[in-house]
């Protein structure tokens, strides 16, 4: 509370007991307000299960990393309310911890989200962005980072209701077929999509209709595959 202007915490590679309590730097006596915009904490120690995130109180939050660190869960970002800790976060970093499993609510009061990054955990399965009738937690999700996160399978491919992203990063995984990017009617479930790495996968097939629904596509990168289409060239 002696610092009513900081705007950048960096708290890397300290030993914290616990989350930082930094709902006491409000001063509303002296009219002061919480300027932090961006909340560094990687391998700070923090373990086991972050089930409450209320102690952050930043409004104006734009970028919290939580990397290298112990949890196995992503933490609850909601009020018991149902409004978002974090309404202007725009930049998660979840690189490098113990996530193994990813609940299909795990992003809905992250409305704000542009950057998701998932690197190097143990997921198995596809993130859900979606609720029901195909609407998203992250409506704006413009850059997903899913590398190294021992993917299996994409058949029940889950980002179609992520209409702006524009990056998506499936390195080093271990599924086999390329995701369908279209949906029922042929249409495209990621427009906006211009960067796609499949690099580094068992992907045994590229045909020439591997892409059809991805029209802002600039950037493919495709690196360890068994077989291409004769037809490949018509991408």
């Known amino acids: 509370n002696c610092f009513p202007n900081l705007q950048k915490l960096y708290l890397d590679d300290n030993k914290l007991d616990s989350f930082p309590q930094l709902c006491e730097t409000y001063n509303k006596s002296q009219n002061s307000t919480n300027k932090l915009q961006e909340l560094y904490l990687q391998n700070t120690g923090l373990e086991r299960y972050i089930s409450d995130m209320s102690s952050l109180c930043q409004d104006g939050l734009t970028i919290l990393d939580l990397g290298r660190n112990k949890f196995t869960s992503v933490p609850n970002f909601?009020?018991?309310?149902?409004?978002?800790?974090?309404?202007?976060?725009?930049?998660?970093?979840?690189?490098?911890?113990s996530i193994l499993n990813l609940p299909e609510n795990s992003f809905q009061c992250l409305s704000s989200l542009r950057s998701l990054d998932l690197r190097n955990n143990i997921l198995k399965d596809l993130p859900n962005f979606c609720r029901e009738k195909n609407v998203s937690y992250s409506p704006k999700l413009a850059m997903l980072y899913l590398r190294n996160t021992s993917i299996i399978t994409l058949n029940d491919y889950r980002f179609g209701c992520l209409w702006n992203?524009?990056?998506?990063?499936?390195?080093?995984?271990?599924?086999?077929?390329?995701?369908?990017?279209?949906?029922?009617s042929n249409k495209s479930t990621n427009p906006s999509l211009e960067k796609l790495d499949l690099s580094w996968n068992s992907i045994q097939f590229i045909f020439s209709d591997s892409f059809r629904c991805l029209p802002s596509l600039i950037t493919l990168r495709l690196i360890l595959i068994s077989k291409l289409d004769d037809n490949i060239n018509s991408l």
């Open 78 to 97: 909601c009020h018991s309310t149902g409004k978002s800790v974090v309404p202007s976060l725009k930049q998660l970093k979840l690189q490098y911890i």
């Open 165 to 184: 992203l524009k990056e998506l990063y499936l390195r080093y995984n271990y599924f086999k077929q390329i995701p369908s990017f279209c949906d029922q």
